[in-house]
């Protein structure tokens, strides 16, 4: 479990690196201002699709469906139903692109009239990329299978690189028009790579083939799972909209601290495929084992990494954005945005529990339970809160939908979840009260990472998730 969640992290940390690349130079090219708003708008719907499958919304469901066949069974699935998505995610390119100016209205309702100018022509051309994020997350599940899990793990550094040259390359010459038609390009690179394994591989998708019933039973498999998926995007669009009604630029520093959050995720990404495909093939004692031994994971590697964000907070953002972030809200808001991500751990590691056993329903009815208090929340906590109200009521629906995962699945005594949470929030608090309010940067920095390695080191003693059960 550990080697195969090695590897998938690595390849996958370079793509998010990539990725708050690309935030960056965005930043530096165009300011913390109403063009970046608008560019980020037009690109919420896109990345909000390929985020979603990079999580599993698509392998959850098929790689269970892809494992109970035989070889030749498993290439003329693959063969049937890679037309089928392909058409789809045109289908999909073809609602975003020809409804964009409505869809950055909705998204952005605090841009001014050029705002929904530029937003919507970058629409027009992102919204094209979906063909490519849906066939990659097809292609995928072969890989995952075969636990070739780096290679499937490189789409997020394929899509991010062409902008990420882009904008390097242009500076401040670059245009939201060009930067689109680079994003395009890295959606055509994302399932191209795959491309050459999966023919070594003995697959032939120039031959017809037929898998009866096989498109109909991954739409049953996957409905849940894209429920819930559009009930937290429909939390991240509130976020949006909230955040475009703050001011000029706050869609901006909630997209920069969510990318910044998104860095320590990494490895919770790789380990929540990778127990997944274990836990599809043990039941009883050896699943709950497995599944005791990736939340202690999840607690092992997130604690550390939100200690350490809280902490040093203002000397990161300083550090990467000394012109435009030292008088704003950015430091602040990161270390909000890093204490739900402990929480967050838990809970895809619980619904996956469930997914193992073939239950993508009661997930789905946790998860939109924990939905509804974060959305209540965010139409009430901004108001006298500002900014930080979206990261507390983001922590509120955290917290909930965790407890009726535990509840329904009745795991609330087997699970060591008060000891852990207790300790976290603990840690957390420690690193908000004596590191986040330092001045020195370099102190600042200097104690946060020495303290994230002190509680990574007693964590990994105590919880020890690499040991036999």
Not at 7 to 16: I, K, P, Q, S, V
Not at 106 to 120: K, Q, W
Not at 292 to 298: E, I
Not at 347 to 372: Q, V
């Amino acid at each position: 479990m550990f080697g195969s969640t090695l590897w998938l992290t690595l390849a996958t940390l370079t793509g998010l690196a990539a990725g708050f690349a690309r935030e960056w130079l965005l930043v530096a090219a165009w300011g913390a201002g109403g063009r970046s708003d608008a560019f980020l708008v037009s690109l919420f719907l896109p990345e909000a699709l390929r985020m979603a499958l990079a999580a599993g919304l698509l392998s959850a469901a098929a790689l269970p469906l892809y494992q109970q066949r035989s070889t030749q069974e498993q290439r003329n699935w693959l063969a049937a139903l890679a037309p089928q998505v392909l058409l789809c995610g045109l289908g999909l390119g073809v609602l975003l692109s020809v409804a964009s100016p409505l869809w950055v209205r909705l998204i952005g309702p605090g841009l001014d009239d050029e705002g929904y100018a530029v937003a919507a022509s970058s629409l027009h051309w992102l919204a094209w990329s979906a063909p490519g994020f849906l066939l990659h997350a097809l292609l995928c599940v072969p890989l995952q299978a075969r636990s070739r899990f780096a290679l499937a793990g490189l789409g997020s550094l394929l899509f991010n690189l062409p902008p990420v040259i882009y904008l390097a390359m242009m500076r401040h010459d670059a245009s939201p028009t060009g930067l689109a038609g680079a994003c395009l390009l890295g959606s055509v690179l994302m399932p191209g790579v795959l491309l050459p394994a999966l023919l070594r591989d003995g697959w032939q998708p120039w031959r017809r083939t037929q898998a009866p019933g096989a498109g109909r039973e991954l739409l049953q498999r996957i409905g849940p799972l894209l429920s819930s998926n559009l009930a937290s995007q429909g939390l991240a669009l509130m976020e949006r909209m909230v955040a475009s009604l703050l001011g000029e630029g706050a869609v901006t520093w909630v997209n920069l601290a969510r990318k910044l959050i998104n860095l320590p995720l990494i490895a919770l990404m790789s380990l929540n495929q990778v127990l997944l495909g274990l836990m599809s093939g043990t039941q009883g004692d050896q699943r709950m084992a497995l599944l005791r031994k990736g939340l202690s994971s999840a607690t092992l590697l997130t604690v550390p990494a939100v200690a350490g964000l809280i902490g040093a907070s203002g000397a990161l953002v300083t550090l990467l954005l000394p012109n435009q972030a030292v008088a704003g809200p950015l430091p602040e808001l990161l270390g909000w945005f890093a204490v739900p991500l402990m929480f967050g751990a838990w809970n895809a590691l619980l619904a996956r529990y469930a997914y193992a056993a073939g239950d993508t329903r009661l997930p789905l009815k946790c998860e939109l339970t924990g939905s509804l208090l974060n959305a209540a929340l965010l139409m009430i906590l901004p108001l006298f809160l500002g900014l930080i109200g979206i990261a507390m009521a983001a922590v509120c629906g955290a917290i909930l939908t965790g407890v009726l995962l535990m509840r329904r699945q009745q795991l609330l005594n087997p699970l060591p979840w008060r000891q852990q949470w207790l300790s976290g929030a603990a840690i957390m608090l420690l690193a908000a009260t004596v590191l986040h309010p330092l001045s020195s940067i370099w102190l600042q920095l200097g104690l946060s990472c020495v303290y994230g390695a002190v509680v990574l080191v007693g964590l990994a003693l105590w919880l020890r998730p690499w040991r036999r059960a």
